[in-house]
């Protein structure tokens, strides 16, 4: 049913602009700087980084200031916890110092679920944000039930109060958090969007999968969906190209799209923000349910959708007015993590006595994260150290400028100076930008390239 946009805004819980989205409510002149993935495991202000200063000027400018937090912080010597046997792919540590070091950078909101939330256990998320309470840096996505990690926090800038909404659909299985059920309590963890995954095929190419299926002594072939064919664990559906398909969980959908509506309510200005390496680390294009699904979030309330999770960027698309950044690739990617989980010396087959972590640090890069199947997705290319930093100013409640600095992460420098951004230099800078112009274009985004920064410039109240 179509909304009625003369309907009563305090019965609605929130007026509405002429595009049908809950109307954003900020002063003119509101800049919201997003950023990706926050892998940094040391303090780096003080430093030997001085071309990271420039940088950081441009995070302090902002009203808001949003990057995916993607680490632990806590302090090994005094720690209670353990690494755990499920685990994001590596177990990602930082010094305690991150915590004012990332304040004094000028981030003041950060998401916390991902699929590294739980890679120490709950303890490690607990102190996580022992840690960024104390240093005033407002987080979203991780509690004590799934009510706490699903709410919308909240930040009060000069020019409006700005809610966060994080979720992931890249998590390990414990770490999803739920609610209590009758005398069950309920469990802490992160606020996850789960997805079924199928593989699409040609139908020449199911019925040969059906034919391998009803082969088999424990096949029900009789009651199977024609269309359909789960082999070994995994569904294959018919269509006309060969790819990957995810169908998001119902449940979940209803609650995150609630909570972004009550976010909204509460707030004049909603970010919302998912970890996504669907379809895999090694893809520039989105999951088949992404764009519908952050338009429905925008549609609720949101007025961003920033993506992360496949370390390198994607696309840039305006809807209604509002951004999204289908992935912002590393902010940092500075990976002297230590220590590392006796697990992950297994799976890179090193061994504690005689190999460091920095050694399995580096395998890891070399051959990506394991799975069921191997490992996916090599991380060590130079395109995982690339990226943008995304400077939003409002006018009039509207985006009216996106602006896009390219920065790289030192790909070619040693293991101990690398993953810590800078300003990229004029030609590797044409570069990013004409990738991330190419990646853009399908969903109708123009950006230009000026003095190597991109903008994105939109009129007043474009519907686009």
């Known amino acids: 049913m179509e909304r009625d946009l003369d309907e009563n805004p305090i019965q609605q819980g929130g007026s509405y602009d002429t595009t049908g989205s809950i109307a954003m409510n900020v002063s003119d002149g509101f800049t919201m700087v997003a950023v990706g993935d926050l892998i940094v495991s040391r303090a780096l202000t003080k430093g030997r980084h001085p071309s990271f200063g420039d940088i950081v000027q441009i995070l302090r400018d902002a009203d808001v200031t949003f990057g995916n937090m993607e680490t632990l912080i806590f302090d090994i010597r005094s720690f209670k916890g353990s690494p755990q046997a499920e685990y994001g792919g590596a177990y990602h540590v930082s010094l305690p110092e991150i915590g004012p070091d990332l304040k004094a950078m000028g981030f003041n909101i950060v998401g916390r679920a991902n699929n590294h939330s739980c890679d120490w256990g709950l303890e490690g998320m607990r102190e996580t944000s022992r840690v960024l309470d104390e240093n005033g840096i407002i987080h979203a ?23 966060l909404l994080s979720f992931t659909t890249s998590f390990t299985p414990m770490s999803r958090a739920c609610d209590p059920a009758g005398e069950a309590p309920g469990r802490p963890g992160l606020n996850a969007l789960r997805l079924a995954k199928s593989i699409v095929v040609p139908p020449e190419m199911l019925e040969s999968l059906r034919r391998v ?11 199977a969906d024609p269309n359909i064919v789960v082999l070994a664990g995994t569904k294959y559906r018919a269509g006309d190209n060969v790819g990957y398909n995810y169908q998001a969980d119902t449940g979940d959908v209803a609650d995150i799209l609630r909570n972004v509506r009550r ?86 087959g090193k061994n504690p006595q005689v190999d460091t972590d920095a050694e399995v640090t580096v395998d890891e890069e070399a051959k990506g994260y394991p799975t069921a199947e191997g490992f996916v997705g090599a991380l060590a290319a130079p395109v995982y150290y690339e990226s943008v930093v995304t400077v939003s100013r409002f006018e009039q409640n509207q985006l009216a400028e996106l602006r896009l600095y390219p920065i790289e992460l030192g790909y070619s420098k040693r293991f101990a100076d690398r993953g810590v951004p800078c300003l990229a230099p004029a030609t590797q800078a044409k570069a990013i930008l004409e990738r991330l112009q190419k990646l853009s274009k399908p969903f109708g985004t123009e950006i230009v390239i000026e003095n190597d920064i991109g903008v994105i410039r939109l009129q007043p109240n474009s519907p686009r």
């Not at 039930?145 to 109060?161: D, H, I």
């Not at 299926?213 to 009651?223: E, I, T, W």
């Not at 309510?265 to 349910?289: K, L, M, R």
């Not at 338009?295 to 209604?320: C, F, M």
Request: charged share 20%; hydrophobic share 35%.
């Open 141 to 163: 996505g991780v509690g004590e039930n799934l009510a706490q990690a699903g709410a919308a926090r909240f930040l009060e800038t000069a020019r409006g109060r700005v809610a």
């Open 263 to 348: 976010g909204k309510q509460f707030s004049d200005f909603c970010i919302v923000t998912n970890h996504c390496h669907q379809p895999g680390n090694w893809s520039q294009e989105i999951a088949d349910y992404e764009q519908s699904f952050a338009y429905s979030l925008i549609d609720a309330g949101a007025d961003a959708y920033v993506g992360h999770g496949p370390h390198q960027l994607r696309g840039i698309e305006i809807y209604k007015g509002r951004p999204i950044f289908y992935s912002l690739g590393n902010f940092f990617y500075d990976d002297l993590r230590t220590p590392v989980g006796a697990d992950m010396f297994e799976v890179y």
């Open 213 to 223: 299926r009803d082969a088999l002594p424990d096949s029900k072939p009789g009651r």
